[in-house]
């Protein structure tokens, strides 16, 4: 099956800097992706749309100029967290859907990157 | 609006017998319908997914599920467990041909010795 990637596995930084997640479709171009949170013991929440070659679409309560999205090309998307503070601490992860029939996308989901901020 | 009710946050049960973890959606149009597994520190591995035909659907690692459009349900089931489905449990609806992906808040699978 189709396999999403996702870089790093686990960050730890200092709070103030920034750290930049990566996420890539290995054997499939995603003009496409999401990027979920999800803190510990809770559901996924989606964060917004990477939308290849334009600006991301946020869900709300999402704060866009906190989270950067850059989505550059068909099998890459990046999720740079400004200015990361302790709350920002969290596993984050991205899914690529991939048409799988005449009108269903399937969602492939990267294994998720741990970030703790200190 | 799409919603996604899980009733059981946790469900505790001994190995080797029977499970069932409920899921209960709301939607004004079709949807797709889907169970998710995650173990700890690990992304979402995908068990089954109704996307039409049969309203029974099997899926891997011997767990099963069934629509109920009438009920707007779509409740996972296995006939017997093991200590290595302890893991937990999503439930999640989409729309737009499966583009987008809301997740109910979870069940936690414990499966005692």
């Known amino acids: 099956g189709a396999v999403v990637s996702q870089h790093p596995s686990w960050v730890i930084c200092k709070s103030g800097t920034s750290v930049k997640i990566e996420c890539r479709s290995l054997d499939f171009q995603a003009t496409t992706m999401f990027w979920y949170r999800q803190f510990p013991k809770q559901s996924l929440m989606l964060m917004a749309t990477?939308?290849?070659?334009?600006?991301?679409?946020?869900e709300q309560g999402v704060e866009k100029d906190k989270f950067l999205i850059n989505h550059a090309s068909l099998t890459l998307s990046t999720l740079t967290v400004t200015s990361a503070h302790p709350e920002d601490s969290s596993f984050y992860i991205c899914s690529a859907p991939r048409l799988a029939g005449a009108s269903y996308n399937e969602q492939f989901f990267g294994p998720g990157t741990r970030l703790t901020v200190l | 609006a799409q919603s996604v009710t899980q009733l059981d946050s946790q469900v505790p049960v001994f190995e080797e017998a029977p499970v069932e973890l409920r899921c209960n959606y709301s939607s004004s149009v079709s949807v797709y319908l889907f169970w998710y597994v995650q173990y700890p520190n690990q992304g979402l591995q995908l068990l089954l997914k109704?996307?039409?035909?049969?309203?029974l659907v099997k899926g891997i690692n011997g767990f099963e599920a069934e629509f109920n459009k009438s009920q707007t349900s779509f409740h996972l089931r296995k006939p017997s467990v093991h200590i290595s489905d302890t893991a937990e449990y999503f439930c999640a609806v989409s729309v737009n041909g499966g583009f987008k992906t809301i997740f109910g808040a979870g069940t936690r699978l414990f499966v005692k010795a």
């Open positions: 990477s939308n290849e070659g334009s600006k991301a679409t946020y």
């Open positions: 109704y996307l039409s035909g049969s309203t």
